[in-house]
């Protein structure tokens, strides 16, 4: 009897120092595909920077540094062609997951995978004409014109093991349908997935033969979508998990007075804004579904513009956590534009004015789609410009859904108007003209999540020009005029920039990156 | 009276009282008088009732018309004069500045609309098929009475849930949001029918050898007549009890799917969405926007209980 006893309190005391390294931690949704090429947006991204790792790699303060190449540098170089182009040194000794080496046929692989049709990363490599590999270890990139940005540009472009893709069938990602990529994992990162459960856990150890030096403590780390907020907060004050992303708006203040618990608060670079279905040629939704698009009208737009009480919305659905926004980037985002620095005020009485203007003085009916689980109170927000776009007339059917159903409604043209946030993954202004503002086309890959087809010529016209503009003054000055065009089209209306809200333990250190990017190798348990 | 040519004079009032009188004096009025509970749950459940249907009237705003939402009067705590627009509420308000006091009142008719109609629908449901099992017996009977057993080994919120999904996925998407109402009443009622149904065939089977039946039948009144018009008066009494335990049950269940997310959508809110929203906030100290729906579904589910359960044992002679 005391024998068992013994070894079952020797067996507990083992659990407990095995659990003491487990990190835990949970966000309102689950990342919907494990292929770092099928979606190119920031749960998926952010996850997988854990288990797959790119050429270059951001650092804590979102500098780029070396990952998988060690040295990269621009050409032509004196001596060379004219041509324009990147080379890249790999890193060597490097092997993936399942222990197959890694060479440059990896590299030339994943790039025809990532810029295929059906990923959603294309526009990644929208400048690349070429890709040549030099040896084993050495592969160069050619441009159609200088690219200054383009390793900042493929900083999350994520390598994978070419045999293992063709022994798996999975050469080419598929976005909404599922692959073996898509619940497999084989990369290079520091953690490796061990199981996975979509939208239940998923369960990750650290990569033995990683090539890096690891900084953290955790052998294993578990991730589970905790959908409900309430729940998510009541998990993170009893312990059940170590790091909740995001803690909402709503409970921060109380949380961190918390013992155990601290919040990691930060601006976002990503802005919250409105879509409007520019190449729509009826309304799909509402009342007045069939009814001629409204909002191919400019004055529409600007009313929308004017009757979004985006100071209030600050105030009371974000309380006071959120920064106001006047263009597609925030502030903190190399090119913002100064001369663009002012919103549209708000004045429902000129919205009202502009609408009758317009010929609609009774207003119209019109569907609003909205995510619920995307944003920090995305649906709160959406039913807040509900009651603004009331106070004008126009009467907004708002539909909110959970995001594995948006983006699929979003491309299928579903929409009278949309919520969207964007981040720009290079940290530059160019990005969002490029996937948001640039007319969308397949083959050039532009304009990716422009879903409301958003055509202006001379933006167009510019962003060739500013991808491939050396000279800081002269780019500023075209990214200005392109801000300019994108404010007076209205072709969004951005709203204000996200906070970043993290509920953590107090006995977890980790860092915060400004792209809202989870990076368990720089976590701590004490 | 006057044509009866009776001197009223010569009548002593107190030997003929009136009708609300003699009312006011029957079994079943004493037994309510002597009952405080019963009373009270009365009284809660009118005052509830009348304020769902004159909510128009009472509420202080339109909770579902967006153009009167102010959401710089939101989060406004109880009876605290807001910060910025120093307008008061009485229960509150919420993010986007909706009075809860309102929008429990709108919300309150909602579920108290399903929970009627669903009630009525499965009291239709269950009588017909009752009668039917009760009184035609043989092959009939069998067949309803073992596809009722069948769904009572179902918890009700089941197959109120199963029958909530099939019909989803039947209907398309664009025409959920209108028809997820009626959905729920039919959910609800066909998940309740089974009490009605098994209630009615046992006194069904005892009411018709009685001799009343037997002589309908002599004078050549035919099944359907004889069904409607002397065994169901007599049926009555318990089907009336079962209804009000019923009409409880079914504000729960409403509120116990729209909770789940599965009922109401956020833009018509019942109490049980209103909950659901307010959930959302227990741990950030808005306490008010979860606590006041949730205490008026409280209230309402235990007074239509108690009633039902006072008006049990008033109608069962067996405990007079």
Not at chain 1, 179 to 201: D, L, M, Q
Request: contains cysteine; negative net charge; glycine residues 6%.
């Amino acid at each position: 009897m005391f024998r068992t006893l013994l070894a079952a309190t020797t067996a507990l005391t083992l659990i407990g120092s095995a659990q003491a390294e487990t990190f835990r931690w949970a966000s309102t949704t689950d990342p919907q595909t494990m292929d770092p090429h099928a979606v190119n947006s920031a749960p998926v991204l952010g996850f997988l920077n854990n288990v797959y790792e790119g050429l270059v790699r951001r650092d804590r303060d979102m500098v780029i540094e070396p990952a998988l190449a060690v040295e990269w540098r621009s050409f032509p170089v004196e001596s060379q062609s004219a041509e324009h182009g990147w080379r890249f040194v790999l890193r060597q000794g490097v092997t993936f997951h399942d222990g197959s080496a890694f060479t440059a046929e990896d590299v030339l692989f994943s790039y025809e995978r990532a810029s295929s049709e059906d990923a959603d990363t294309a526009s990644w490599f929208g400048s690349v004409t070429d890709v040549e590999i030099k040896d084993d270890y050495t592969i160069d990139f050619i441009t159609n014109g200088p690219n200054p940005i383009f390793p900042d540009s493929i900083a999350n472009w994520m390598i994978m093991d070419s045999d293992w893709a063709a022994a798996n069938g999975t050469e080419r990602p598929s976005r909404d349908t599922e692959n073996f990529a898509t619940i497999n994992t084989n990369g290079t990162g520091a953690f490796r997935v061990t199981e996975r459960s979509p939208g239940i856990e998923t369960v990750l150890e650290p990569f033995d033969n990683w090539w890096g030096e690891p900084e953290h403590n955790i052998t294993r780390a578990v991730f589970s979508p905790i959908p409900n907020s309430a729940t998510a907060v009541a998990a993170l004050l009893s312990g059940e998990v170590e790091m909740i992303n995001p803690i909402p708006v709503q409970d921060a203040e109380r949380a961190a007075a918390r013992d155990g618990v601290k919040v990691i608060q930060g601006i976002e670079a990503r802005v919250i804004m409105l879509g409007f279905p520019h190449d729509h040629e009826a309304l799909k939704f509402g009342d007045n579904a069939g009814d001629p698009n409204p909002f191919a009208d400019l004055r529409v737009r600007q009313a929308v513009a004017h009757a979004v009480n985006v100071p209030a919305i600050l105030q009371i659905v974000m309380r006071g956590t959120a920064e106001p926004a006047s263009q597609l980037v925030s502030p903190a985002m190399r090119g913002y534009s100064e001369a663009n620095a002012a919103r549209p005020e708000f004045n429902p009485d000129r919205a009202k004015e502009l609408l009758a203007e317009a010929g609609y003085p009774d207003g119209f009916s019109f569907g609003l789609k909205c995510p619920n689980d995307r944003y920090l109170n995305d649906a709160s927000v959406c039913q807040a410009i509900v009651g603004m776009l009331a106070r004008v007339g126009i009467t907004a059917e708002l539909n909110a859904m959970p995001v594995r159903n948006y983006w699929p409604e979003l491309r299928a043209d579903n929409f009278d108007m949309y919520l969207l946030g964007w981040s720009p993954g290079t940290f530059d202004a160019e990005h969002p003209i490029r996937f948001l503002a640039a007319t969308p086309n397949t083959e050039k890959k532009l304009g990716s999540w422009n879903f409301g087809g958003y055509s202006n010529a001379r933006v167009d016209e510019l962003l060739p020009m500013i991808q491939t503009e050396l000279d800081e003054a002269k780019r500023q000055q075209m990214l200005d005029e392109t801000a300019t065009i994108l404010n007076d089209d209205v072709a969004y209306v951005p709203m204000y920039v996200q906070p970043l809200l993290w509920g953590v333990t107090e006995n977890v250190t980790l860092t915060q990156r400004p792209d809202n990017f989870f990076i368990l190798r720089w976590v701590t348990v004490n | 009276m006057a044509d009866t040519g009776l001197d009223k004079s010569l009548v002593p009032a107190h030997r003929y009282p009136g009708r609300l009188a003699r009312m006011w004096d029957s079994d079943f009025v004493f037994n309510f008088r002597k009952s405080p509970i019963a009373i009270v749950a009365a009284v809660v459940t009118l005052v509830l009732i009348l304020s769902a249907i004159f909510a128009p009237w009472i509420a202080p705003h339109e909770p579902f018309n967006p153009a009167t939402w102010d959401i710089m009067s939101g989060n406004s705590r109880p009876m605290v004069p807001n910060e910025f627009t120093g307008k008061v509420f009485l229960m509150g308000t919420d993010e986007q500045g909706r009075d809860i006091f309102s929008t429990i009142l709108y919300g309150m008719r909602i579920s108290l609309f399903i929970g009627f109609s669903a009630v009525i629908f499965a009291m239709i449901l269950g009588i017909t098929l009752g009668l039917l099992a009760g009184y035609v017996g043989g092959w009939t009977e069998t067949i309803i009475m073992r596809m009722a057993d069948i769904q009572l080994t179902l918890p009700s919120i089941l197959v109120a849930m199963l029958i909530f999904g099939v019909a989803k996925t039947l209907i398309p998407f664009e025409y959920q949001d209108r028809v997820t109402m009626w959905v729920l009443i039919l959910a609800i009622g066909l998940s309740d029918w089974v009490q009605f149904a098994r209630v009615v065939r046992g006194t069904t089977l005892v009411e018709k050898n009685k001799e009343y039946v037997q002589a309908a039948r002599l004078i050549g009144r035919g099944p359907g007549a004889i069904m409607l018009y002397h065994i169901l008066p007599n049926v009555l009494n318990p089907v009336l009890v079962i209804a009000t335990i019923s009409l409880a049950l079914a504000i729960i269940a409403e509120a116990t799917l729209s909770f789940l997310g599965v009922g109401m959508s956020p833009t018509q809110p019942s109490l049980g969405t209103l909950i659901s929203q307010g959930q959302q906030y227990l741990l950030s100290g808005d306490w008010w926007i979860l606590v006041f729906p949730a205490a008026t579904l409280l209230a309402l589910a235990l007074s239509v209980n108690l009633l039902g359960d006072w008006l049990r044992d008033a109608l069962n002679p067996r405990l007079r």
